[in-house]
C-alpha cells in the first residue's frame, strides 16, 4: 500500500498491512474505511444519506413501497454503527496511543493529529446516533463489552462537548493526517469543523438550558471564540470525496447502479420552495414536481409521472461529494444564538448571509440572492425571526434529513403535516427510533432500563431529552 497522500476514498487499501509485516491496522486505511461510511447508503452504516429522517423532515417521498414514511416499521438497529466506523475510530486512537503501536502507525500522521481527527468524527457518529436513539451504549461501548449499559443523553451530550473541545486543541505541528478524504490533513479546517459542532450540539439543548448565562450559550460561545474559528464559506464544508469507480456516490448507486427509484423529492419541498419563488428548485430535484407525501401503496403508484428524484441530474454522479455538515447551517446557528440573546452578534446579518453561503453552494449569487432576500416571505424583519431561521435553516440543509428532522423536533419550524396514510398508533411525525429487537435479544436489562426512563416506553413518540415541548 501506498501512502502518497490518500486523499481520495479510492487511494485506500489493505487496513491491516504496513511497511514493518507487523498486524497493525494501517490507521490511514482505517480513518479513510471511516469517512466512506458516514457517507455511505442507509441500509449499511450510513450517516449522510440515510433516507428515513428525510422522510420525517418531508425532504423525500417513498414511491413505491411506502412504509417508513408513513411511520411504520419503527424498531431500529444501531449495532452495525459501533462495529464499523465508530469501531475503526476506536482503533485509530488505540493504535496511535499505545506505546508498542504509535511509531508504526505515525506514518499516517502525527498520534496527535490522527487522535484528533478521530476524535472530531467519533463525535460527530455519536450525536447522530443519540440524536436517532436517545439514551444508547456510550462509556462502555467499544470496548468489548457484549453488554454495555446505555448512557442518558444528557450525559453523553456533555462528553461529546469535552471530546470536542479537547479534539480541537489536540492538534500539533507534526506530520498531517492521510486517509483524510475530507480535508486533506487540513488541521484547521477539521478545527473549524470540531468548533462548528459544538456550536451545533450546544444549540440543540437550547430548550434544556435557554437562558444566555447557562450551559449550552457558554459552550456555543466557547466554540464561537476559539481562535481556529469555524465554518464560514462553502471551501469550509465537510464533503467527503467519492471518486468515482470502486467507490461511488450513494445516490448515484441507487439511482443509476441499482435502477432503484424509491425515493423522490417530497412536493412538500418543492411546494415551498416554488412558494419561495427559490432557485434552489432547480438543484434539489431532477425534475421541479414532487412526489406528494405521504401516500400508501395504492395512492402512490396512482401518481402521474414526471416527478423528480432526489437531487438534479448533474449532482446524482458516480464522483460527487456528499456533505456531512455545511457553513450556511453554522451560520443558521449563529442568527439564532444572537436572536435569543446568546452572542451579541447580528442576527439579521448573518442570516442574509447564510442564505447567500447556501445559494452560493447550488451556484447562486449576486442579483439572484439579493432579490430573494427582499421578498416579504424571506426579509428578516417581516416575520417571526425565530421562524425564518427555522425555515431557511431547513431548505439549506437539504439533503441531510437527519440534521432537518432533528431541528424540527428543536424548533417545530417549518410547521409539517403528519403523512395522510399514517399507519403508527398516533399519526404523528415520529419524534425517535425504537430500539431494535437485537438489543432485546443481547442486551435485554440495559435496554430495559433505558426503555423504562422514557416518558410513555419505548415508542417513536416519546420525546428524548433535548426535545421539549
Known amino acids: ?48 444519506t440515510m433516507t428515513r429522517p428525510g422522510y420525517y423532515a418531508q425532504y423525500f417521498s417513498e414511491t413505491q413501497y411506502p412504509s417508513a414514511s408513513l411511520y411504520n416499521l419503527p424498531q431500529l438497529e444501531f449495532n452495525g454503527f459501533y462495529s464499523g466506523f465508530l469501531n475503526d475510530l476506536q482503533n485509530i486512537i488505540r493504535q496511535n496511543t499505545d506505546p508498542s503501536t504509535k511509531d508504526i502507525v505515525s506514518i499516517s500522521g ?58 480541537v486543541d489536540g492538534f500539533d505541528n507534526g506530520l498531517a ?34 437562558n444566555a448565562g447557562g450551559q449550552a450559550a457558554t459552550e456555543f460561545n466557547a466554540a464561537l471564540n476559539h481562535s481556529a474559528g469555524s465554518m464560514q464559506t462553502n471551501a469550509d464544508n465537510v464533503a467527503i470525496n467519492f471518486p468515482g469507480g470502486a467507490y461511488q456516490n450513494p445516490w448515484y448507486i441507487s439511482y443509476v447502479v441499482s435502477a432503484r427509484i424509491d425515493d423522490a423529492i417530497s412536493s412538500t419541498m418543492t411546494d415551498a420552495l416554488s412558494g419561495f419563488n427559490d432557485p434552489r428548485l432547480a438543484n434539489y430535484g431532477s425534475t421541479p414536481i414532487g412526489f406528494p407525501y405521504g401516500l400508501n401503496r395504492t395512492a402512490a403508484v396512482a401518481v402521474s409521472p414526471g416527478w423528480g428524484l432526489v437531487l438534479k441530474g448533474d449532482k446524482i454522479d ?54 430573494y432576500i427582499n421578498q416579504n416571505s424571506v426579509r428578516y424583519d417581516e416575520g417571526d425571526p425565530l421562524e425564518r431561521i427555522g425555515t431557511q435553516k431547513w431548505f439549506a440543509m437539504y439533503p441531510d434529513g437527519l440534521q432537518a428532522w432533528s431541528e424540527w423536533r428543536r ?59
Not at 11 to 36: C, E, K, M
Not at 348 to 371: F, K, N, P
Not at 426 to 437: A, D, F, L, N, Q
Open 411 to 469: 424548533t417545530g419550524f417549518p410547521v409539517l403535516t403528519p403523512a395522510e396514510f399514517a399507519e403508527n398508533d398516533t399519526k404523528e411525525i415520529p419524534r425517535r427510533y425504537v430500539y431494535g429487537t437485537g438489543e432485546y435479544g443481547t442486551n435485554n436489562a440495559n435496554v430495559k432500563a433505558a426503555a423504562a426512563l422514557l416518558s410513555g416506553g419505548d415508542t417513536q413518540d416519546a420525546r428524548m431529552w433535548w426535545d421539549k415541548e
Open 177 to 210: 493526517v492521510k486517509g483524510d478524504v475530507i480535508f486533506e490533513g487540513d488541521n484547521r479546517k477539521w478545527q473549524r469543523f470540531a468548533n462548528s459542532l459544538r456550536m451545533q450540539i450546544a444549540l440543540r439543548m437550547s430548550k434544556v438550558y435557554p
Open 318 to 371: 458516480a464522483a460527487e461529494d456528499v456533505i456531512l455538515m455545511n457553513a450556511a447551517t453554522v451560520l443558521f446557528a449563529r442568527a439564532e444564538a444572537a436572536e435569543i440573546g446568546w452572542t451579541n452578534e447580528n442576527a439579521q446579518d448573518l442570516y442574509e448571509e447564510a442564505i447567500a453561503v447556501s445559494m452560493a453552494q447550488w451556484g447562486y449569487s449576486g442579483t439572484a440572492v439579493q432579490t
Open 1 to 48: 500500500m501506498g501512502f502518497g497522500g490518500c486523499e481520495k476514498i479510492k487511494d485506500f487499501g489493505d487496513t491491516n498491512t504496513n511497511p514493518n509485516g507487523t498486524t497493525t491496522p494501517v490507521t490511514a486505511g482505517l480513518l479513510t474505511r471511516s469517512i466512506a461510511e458516514l457517507g455511505g447508503r442507509e441500509g449499511g452504516t450510513s450517516v449522510a
Open 110 to 167: 502525527s498520534n496527535a493529529n490522527q487522535i484528533a481527527v478521530a476524535r472530531i468524527l467519533k463525535a460527530y457518529a455519536f450525536w447522530t446516533i443519540t440524536d436517532r436513539w436517545g439514551d444508547v451504549p456510550y462509556s462502555e461501548a467499544l470496548k468489548g463489552n457484549p453488554v454495555p449499559k446505555y448512557d442518558k443523553q444528557e450525559d453523553i451530550y456533555a462528553d461529546l462537548l469535552k471530546e470536542l473541545k479537547e479534539a
